[in-house]
């Protein structure tokens, strides 16, 4: 076993690389945000974002290479993680004896620990929905298919119409904004444990940290629930 095998099969060895792709994966998301907030600027900047993404060709496969690696390694790991943790607290549960608040203090870390895990099943759940959705339009395949004529006559995915068709069905809207608030809920806690790892507890940098991650969350939560409900209430981006 290598010594990155052995870091990352120690406790603070995963929690780390937890942390580490929990960060990308945020840094994803905000990304992705921006890119499809370009719905906004009208049907030409939305198809013409898309087309440029599909045109990377390799380096797009690269990133999504990647991106599948980040989430499989979050998912394992924490899994793995929160199962090692629940044996230990059992198995301390049996030999120790401790004050009534620090009881209350671990009763509050496992509930926590296990609403992560929770809602992080939902999110994968959810991505799963969202690619058999968007990627392979497996949910709505009419929509899929729409395609724009540009001026010179040639065609290409009309995605600003995919995504306008999706959102004014309410049961994609039932089904991504109550998966964003959770999503919300996940990126708060998970980059305040994060924190918690590094150790940050400097007394001025930790609020204004918490500020930052506040805001981030705020921004993805409140834009990728924006979306969906400007569209299905007829106050965003229309025309199908
Ligand atoms: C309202 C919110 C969202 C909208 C409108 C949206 C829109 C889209 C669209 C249109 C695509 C397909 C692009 C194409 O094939 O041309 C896509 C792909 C994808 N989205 Fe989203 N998305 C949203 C939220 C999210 C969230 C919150 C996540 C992650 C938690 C996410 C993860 C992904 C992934 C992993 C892909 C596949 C990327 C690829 O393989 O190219 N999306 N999204």
């Not at 409900?229 to 199908?240: A, K």
Request: aromatic residues 10%.
């Amino acid at each position: 076993m290598n010594r990155l095998q052995r870091l990352v099969q120690s406790s603070i060895g995963a929690k780390i690389a937890i942390a580490t792709t929990g960060l990308l994966l945020f840094a994803f998301v905000i990304v992705h945000l921006l890119g499809n907030l370009q719905l906004y600027r009208g049907r030409d900047a939305m198809n013409s974002y898309a087309e440029t993404l599909q045109h990377l060709g390799p380096l797009l496969w690269l990133a999504r290479l990647i991106l599948l690696g980040l989430f499989l390694s979050h998912l394992v790991l924490g899994f793995r993680l929160y199962r090692a943790n629940r044996l230990a607290r059992g198995e301390e549960d049996y030999y120790v004896k401790r004050s009534a608040h620090r009881d209350d203090l671990r009763r509050q870390k496992a509930k926590a620990a296990a609403m992560m895990l929770a809602s992080g099943a939902v999110i994968l759940l959810f991505v799963l929905y969202h690619l058999m959705h968007f990627t392979l339009g497996w949910i709505q395949p009419s929509a899929h298919h729409l395609t724009e004529t540009l001026p010179d006559g040639s065609t290409r995915h009309d995605v600003y119409g995919m995504v306008i068709a999706g959102f004014q069905n309410p049961i994609n809207v039932f089904v991504y904004v109550p998966a964003m608030l959770l999503l919300g809920w996940h990126l708060f806690h998970g980059a305040v444990s994060v924190l918690q790892t590094l150790g940050l507890t400097h007394p001025v940098w930790r609020p204004v940290a918490e500020k930052v991650l506040w805001f981030l969350v705020a921004f993805v939560v409140v834009g990728n629930c924006f979306i969906p409900l400007s569209i299905l209430l007829g106050f965003g981006p229309q025309g199908g």
